[in-house]
């Protein structure tokens, strides 16, 4: 019997303390959404490759319905060089403001691209394209952006 009501005593306490602990606090009841510094995507490579005529074009899209502000970080990589190939890339967005940049590829390239973009409330988007025309099958060609990676701000 004394084995009993120290169990009993125990789980008292224990439903006691439970339900003090639920309360209507602000930081556990509201979702306060992604913190600063959280990588929201990031994809090791977006490439295409020919090593014959003809066109390649590959792409993919991320959304959310995160908001704020956000850093877009890749590295621009191609081999194209004109008049044997044309090479382009893309990076689209529902940023404020809408940020369109699909430059044109006539030159090998290895460079960084970043950029803070912010976002108003609703869903968040972002698309990235790369696209390869090759004319004379010389050697294989490539475009693609590498370690793409979008980071809360």
Same mark, same amino acid.
């Given at each position: 019997?004394? %084995? =009993?009501?120290?169990?009993?005593?125990?789980? =008292?306490?224990? =439903?006691? /303390?439970?339900?003090?602990?639920c309360?209507?606090? +602000?930081?556990?009841?509201?979702?306060?959404g992604?913190?600063? $510094?959280?990588?929201?995507?990031?994809?090791d490579?977006? #490439?295409?490759?020919?090593?014959?005529? $003809?066109?390649?074009?590959? /792409?993919?899209?991320?959304?959310?319905?995160?908001? $704020?502000s956000?850093? !877009?970080?890749?590295?621009? *990589?191609?081999n194209?060089?004109?008049?044997?190939?044309?090479g382009?890339? $893309?990076?689209?967005?529902?940023?404020?403001?809408?940020?369109?940049?699909?430059? +044109? %590829?006539?030159?090998? &390239?290895?460079?960084?691209?970043?950029? @803070?973009? #912010?976002?108003?409330?609703?869903?968040?988007?972002?698309?990235?394209? !790369? *696209?390869? @025309? @090759?004319?004379?099958?010389?050697?294989? &060609?490539?475009? &693609?952006? &590498? /370690? !793409?990676?979008?980071?809360?701000?």
């Amino acid at each position: 019997m004394k %084995i =009993l009501k120290i169990f009993f005593s125990a789980f =008292l306490i224990i =439903l006691v /303390s439970m339900l003090a602990s639920c309360s209507d606090d +602000d930081t556990t009841t509201n979702n306060p959404g992604v913190p600063a $510094g959280t990588v929201m995507y990031a994809a090791d490579s977006i #490439s295409v490759w020919l090593s014959s005529t $003809g066109f390649a074009k590959d /792409s993919v899209s991320y959304s959310t319905s995160e908001t $704020g502000s956000v850093k !877009v970080e890749f590295m621009i *990589q191609s081999n194209v060089d004109t008049p044997s190939a044309y090479g382009k890339f $893309g990076f689209y967005t529902n940023a404020i403001p809408v940020v369109p940049y699909i430059p +044109d %590829i006539y030159a090998p &390239r290895d460079e960084p691209f970043s950029t @803070n973009l #912010s976002f108003a409330s609703g869903s968040t988007y972002f698309a990235f394209m !790369v *696209q390869l @025309n @090759n004319y004379l099958p010389v050697f294989p &060609r490539y475009v &693609r952006l &590498r /370690s !793409v990676k979008v980071t809360k701000m």
